[in-house]
């Protein structure tokens, strides 16, 4: 039950942060396109698969009050990989795009509510028919999987934030949101990695408590700054590039035309 719980809190919080990071690119005075785009398509990433998380966890929470054995706990555990998956596949896809347009100097294409729409969502439906092969696996490849999307997903993430650092095409406030997501995962994967040995003698697996508590801490720092961005809003301000915050003067196209606060 505690895990469940946390994992709800998980849930929640994943909304609130997409929420939050889609309402800032609505409401911002922010003059670069590209920085407004940062925010809406991480925003409408969160945002779905927070969506679809929340469909998870309900459909858990029916099962877990029917019982084993129950028609509705059987449903669960079949669907279960496939949702799994789907948000997996879904954040690689975020992740890549993220990268390929910052690369490219066209972030600003990101904003684009049916393109991104239709690009994450692609991802998803292709995560969740590898899910549907991975169903009948047994919990240590079901978690080999879930380790390599993620493992991917740190890898293509921590170009994208790279990339975002040369070209200072998001604030500083998102990097750092993105940056603790990253960090987040990194554990996910260490954790993962371990649950893929559940079926080896002796092996040490921690408790999956533990990757829900880990999910809480990221989100909570996530909302933290997207309270702070909010904050700079309500006093008329936008948040620098991270080479700007630090005083670099800035690098790439988008910094020569950031202003100063």
């Keep these: 039950m505690r895990t469940f719980i946390l994992q709800i809190a998980v849930v929640l919080l994943k909304l609130v942060f997409g929420i939050g990071c889609i309402v800032i690119a609505k409401r911002s005075a922010e003059p670069l396109a590209e920085r407004r785009a940062g925010w809406l398509f991480t925003g409408f990433c969160f945002t779905l698969t927070g969506v679809h998380g929340a469909l ?3 459909l858990g929470g029916w099962a877990m009050l029917a019982g084993a054995g129950s028609a509705p706990m059987r449903a669960y555990l079949r669907v279960q990989p496939v949702a799994n998956h789907g948000r997996g596949f879904a954040m690689v ?5 993220l990268c390929v347009l910052l690369a490219r100097g066209k972030l600003a294409r990101a904003g684009d509510a049916k393109f991104a ?7 998803m439906v292709a995560g969740s028919a590898w899910g549907m092969i991975d169903g009948g696996a047994p919990a240590s490849q079901h978690y ?3 380790t390599y999307t993620s493992a991917l997903t740190v890898l293509v993430m921590l170009v994208a934030l790279y990339l975002a650092v040369v070209r200072d095409s ?3 406030l998102l990097w750092l949101a993105l940056a603790t997501y990253t960090v987040r995962e990194v554990v996910d994967v260490s954790i993962t990695t371990a649950f893929s040995f559940i079926r080896t003698p002796d092996a040490w697996v921690p408790s999956f408590s533990l990757l829900q508590v880990m999910g809480v801490l990221s989100y909570v720092i996530m909302l933290g700054l997207v309270g702070r961005r ?9 948040a620098p590039s991270l080479s700007g915050l630090l005083g670099g003067g800035g690098r790439g196209p988008v910094a020569a035309r950031e202003p100063r606060l």
């Design 230 to 238: 909010f904050s700079l809003m309500s006093h008329g301000s936008d």
């Design 93 to 97: 896809g975020f992740a890549s795009l």
């Design 117 to 123: 729409t239709a690009w994450l969502g692609s991802w």
């Design 56 to 58: 998870q966890s309900a």
């Design 170 to 172: 998001l604030d500083h």
């Design 144 to 146: 080999g999987v879930i």
